[in-house]
């Protein structure tokens, strides 16, 4: 019982690993009021991109920095289309999301799977530091030892973070007190992308060494919603993506006991997706969004 | 130097179909450099995404085809768009339809031909109402954010219908996870003989005028117009805005369902893991491009249809990656929009000298 309890929290941080990256890279652009929808697209294109470099240059630390290239230039374009222009929102980050998946499928198709093939690498290995807990992914440990207090100080904490989260709420008041509106909503929405990529790149750099099509499969809204969930707290945010890896984790678990053989195993994977709109139901009430949220910004 | 987009005054005519052409020409042009990547020529490929389907008949009835299910999933994007209600979960409802359609399919056998169709296509439509009815009321009842929920939903959807081909429906003759062939009596009519247009292509027009109807011509539309406007102008008016969000919503989600009942009980007449082809991601595409008008979601569904056909073709003749017409699509969406706003701006460059004086 205590390996079934150990193993389902050491899998619940590995799955939390990019659900939490991407939903700390959502935060930090939705603080400085854009929707980023692009969220599922850039974590794809990263994926793609990382595992591809990676297999050309035999170098995990190359495609990792190229995952990270990846997601600043599609952060860039996206912040372009929504900041300079005023695109609606959704309609851009949908596109982005659109655009690099079919991007990515188009290039796999030419790169590796043309002739039947398959890219992969040999991913990273777990950093053993006893007990399944504390065998994890260097970029598992990364995450909640630097990027989840990086990102509280930044937002909370830095000059930058009172900037974003000024034209996050007020940007009129912001721009008379001399802010740069598009310069800040450009830094927060290309700060957010690269977490967004490393969440990418963490899928098929770590956590699978392969790229398939539809490989972030959903991860992308699931970390969208834990936003809302964590009602744009950091603290909150955590427990919304440690809630739903437990529920993934256990029904990991779940499918390996004989009274669940049954069960089509597709019906177990789908609980975790419901799991998170009960808790939208729950405590998504009267949330409070940003005061700018989707709203683009134009000096008159 | 430094660029800042001002509002233009007026705009000439002239500008807006002058974007667009370059947002297009720009689409080819890096579509041309993913096909030059790939070993393939440019120019024929080219020519065989957008052109060679309209020069041939079977080319252009496949055409129609593809585009059938985009006909549905644009109207439906379209009507919820126009009421405000972002519901990017056209994927799932179109598959919900699917799941309804088969159902029907698989266990309506010797009926006449016209009740078959009828249950079939009722079944989608309320498999595709239903998935839409708990975002729907989330949003109504708690005022919970639909663009989440919509898109969670989407993979759920994919997930019952591998689970119900691995599971219940598998194939009883292949023991491939795809269903059994359904009955005849629920296959739609063939409208082009020797072709594969049928009757779901007629029903996505019907469909189209009467969004078109409704929405610009009717009372209701108004309201739901208004909504769609001013929520708050129109809720101290007295419009009922939850009620018009719900019932839009459970249309829209209706329609994308009797989009995958079409595909069922029209070319499929089975479900298969890739029943969907994007579809419902594609119609929020095609209800954009077409500026949320209903007429224009059934030209930019029939011109993406040539453009699936057409890629089709060119990766065949050339061995190119078919996904280059997703591209495409994707690509035209984020310049088409760009250019859109960009007519209504002109670019003023300043230098460091004349900002002094701004």
Redo the contacts between chains.
Sequence with gaps: MIDVTEEIISSSLRIATPLALAALGELVTEKSGV?N?GVEGIMYGSAFVGIATAAQTGSLTAGLIAALVSGALAGL?FAF?TV?????Q???G???T??M???C???N??MFT?DGGQVRVDPWQPLNFGGPIFSQYLLTYATFLVAVPFVWWLLWKSGLGLKIRAVGENPEAADVAGIGVAKTRYTAIIIGSLFMALAGAFITLAFVGTFTVNII??RG??A??LV?FGRWTIGRLLIGAALFSLVNAGQLQLRLLPSFADV????L??LP??A??VG??IS???VPYPGAYLKPY?RL | MKARFVLRASTPWWRGPLLIAAAALLTILISAIMIRWAGGAPIPAVRYMFISPLQSRFGFTESLLSATPLVFTGAAVAIAFRAGYWNIGAEGQLLAGTIGATWVGLHAESLPRIVGVTLILLAGMLFGALWALTPALLRTRLGIDEVVTTLLLNPVALLIITGLLNGPWRNSESGFPDSDVIADSTKLWIIWPNTRVHFGLALGIVIIGLCWWFVGKMSGGLKLRAVGLAPNAARIAGLPVERTLLTTALVSGGIAGLGGASEIAGVAHQLTTGISNNFGYTGVIVATLAALSFIGALLVALMFGVITVGSFSASRALEIPSQIGQLVQAVLLITVVSALVIQKYRIVWTTKKSEGRK
């Design positions: 929707l929808l374009i289309t300079t222009l005023g695109v609606n959704h309609v851009a949908l596109g982005m659109l655009l998946i079919s991007l499928n188009t290039a198709r030419i043309a499969n959903g809204w699931v969208l919603a809302i089509p195993f597709e019906i994977l789908a997706f419901l998170v709109i939208l139901a998504g009430r009267n134009k």
